[in-house]
């Protein structure tokens, strides 16, 4: 809801010209030397021109942010060590080209692809036309993007990427290297979210792990 309001008083603020959006988007040279570190913050909330497919997006980034924060279970730190990964990542990948100032899409997308990735087998049905299973969602919405405004969402196929990198480190790798989970958040990030005591690891917020490891002492 937050991203909601945000992306819409965003809108607003740059139609009216109270803030000119080239005070919104991401760039170095003005981060760099002018240390307008705002954009850092701005370039996400900012989703383009009112149009149904930004309605898509903003709906998808509270819709699908909400359900892979509940899908974390009850530590927000594994929620929040995700969006500082993509948020951080999409601004490295960003800074590579000067095509994408606004990564509101992007972050949509790399959520948007994260969670279709976890539930392969729900059906989804979009403008009450196309009936699919979630992981087609992202390229729905690519090709949808690409029939309203005829050129390539450059935006969310980095998202795309982004969200690849962390479902496959995140949800793959582990049941291929003994359970490594590169991409949980480390001690530090667990106890600034959730006050707990040094050596406190994920994987006791974690409950499929936790109950996996006490299993197996039982076995012992």
Not at 80 to 86: C, F, G, H, I, P
Not at 149 to 155: E, L, M, Q
Not at 170 to 196: A, N, T
Request: hydrophobic residues 45%; aromatic residues 16%; proline residues 7%.
């Amino acid at each position: 809801m937050a991203a909601m309001l945000g992306g819409g008083g965003d809108e607003g603020l740059g139609q009216l010209g109270q803030f000119p959006l080239e005070q919104w988007f991401f760039e170095m040279p003005p981060l760099y030397y002018k240390s307008q570190y705002w954009r850092l913050i701005t370039t996400f909330i900012y989703f383009g021109p009112p149009s149904l497919d930004l309605a898509f997006h903003v709906f998808f980034l509270q819709r699908y942010s909400r359900l892979l924060e509940q899908g974390s279970g009850t530590s927000p730190a594994v929620f929040s060590w995700l969006l500082l990964y993509a948020c951080t990542s999409l601004l490295a990948l960003s800074s590579l080209t000067t095509s994408i100032p606004f990564l509101g899409s992007a972050l949509s997308s790399t959520l948007v692809y994260i969670w279709s990735r976890r539930n392969p087998d729900t059906r989804l049905s979009f403008l009450g036309v196309l009936v699919f299973t979630a992981p087609y969602l992202p390229w729905v919405l690519m090709a949808f993007h690409m029939f309203m405004h005829g050129s390539i969402p450059k935006d969310e196929i980095l998202g795309v990427i982004v969200g690849h990198v962390y479902y496959f480190f995140s949800d793959v790798w582990p049941g291929l290297h003994e359970g490594s989970r590169p991409m949980d958040p480390p001690d530090f990030w667990v106890r600034l979210w959730e006050r707990r005591q040094p050596g406190t690891g994920v994987r006791d917020i974690d409950g499929d792990v936790a109950a996996a490891a006490a299993r197996a002492g039982e076995v012992r």
